[in-house]
């Protein structure tokens, strides 16, 4: 009597062999595919130095180097949408943050540092010219510095108490997430410089008969039509 149990103990503890479908296994392959693709895939930069040498690398460059993020097929992304963890990119997109500054200016500073120690990405617009400050004009209403947007909030002047409390209604993070390898875009100027066109040279320059014999301007044509 003994024996039979036990035999009938070992027979209920032996694993049963299951043939899977072939639609299953063809699932599970798949899925193996993806997991194996996940794990090899990596992040590839492609960086233009300044002396124009194109390099590619799977480490963040410096900021110096003129990069873009190689996604599925080579297709280029920014650099700062890959980098940026999900959660910051999203509130960023809805509220970015614009920061303008001056040289010599504390309390521009000091915005600087709790935008960069809280963890904000942020563009950074200096006001150095008379047409930087025509155009800060136009946005603040002022010429107050800095000044500072968060979407469509502005903040004239420097606060420590302010700029926490609408950043923290837009939604950023109190404590920075951010990845240490992220690198703040430089400061560029408010109005991007223009430059000048040449000088006619002297030997090219027009003669009073040239002038004279030159066909009148076309008159005004405000309907736009062109024959």
Do not use: H
């Not at 180097?65 to 996604?71: E, K, P």
């Not at 950074?124 to 002022?142: F, H, M, N, P, Y």
């Not at 992220?182 to 991007?192: D, E, G, K, S």
């Amino acid at each position: 009597m003994k024996r039979s149990i036990l035999k009938i103990r070992n027979q209920s503890c032996k694993p049963r062999m299951r043939t899977l479908s072939p639609s299953l296994c063809g699932t599970l392959c798949a899925a193996a595919l993806l997991l194996a693709g996940a794990a090899q895939a990596q992040t590839i930069y492609r960086v233009v130095s300044a002396d124009g040498r194109v390099t590619f690398s799977d480490k963040l460059p410096a900021a110096t180097d003129n990069a873009t993020v190689l996604g599925a097929g080579g297709r280029a992304l920014a650099v700062t949408a890959v980098t940026l963890p999900a959660e910051l990119r999203q509130v960023a997109s809805k509220y970015p943050v614009t920061l303008y500054t001056s040289s010599n200016c504390a309390p521009c500073n000091s915005g600087r540092d709790l935008l960069s120690g809280r963890g904000i990405p942020y563009a950074e617009k200096t006001v150095s010219t008379a047409d930087d400050s025509d155009a800060l004009q136009r946005i603040s209403g002022g010429s107050s510095l800095p000044f500072l947007t968060i979407g469509s909030q502005q903040i004239k002047g420097y606060s420590d108490a302010e700029w926490t409390q609408f950043l923290d209604a837009a939604g950023y993070p109190k404590t920075s997430i951010m990845p240490a390898s992220y690198r703040t875009p430089p400061a560029t100027p408010l109005v991007a410089a223009q430059k000048a066109a040449p000088a006619a040279p002297a030997s090219e320059a027009q003669s009073p008969q040239d002038a004279a014999l030159a066909p009148s301007a076309a008159p005004p044509n405000p309907a736009g039509i062109r024959f």
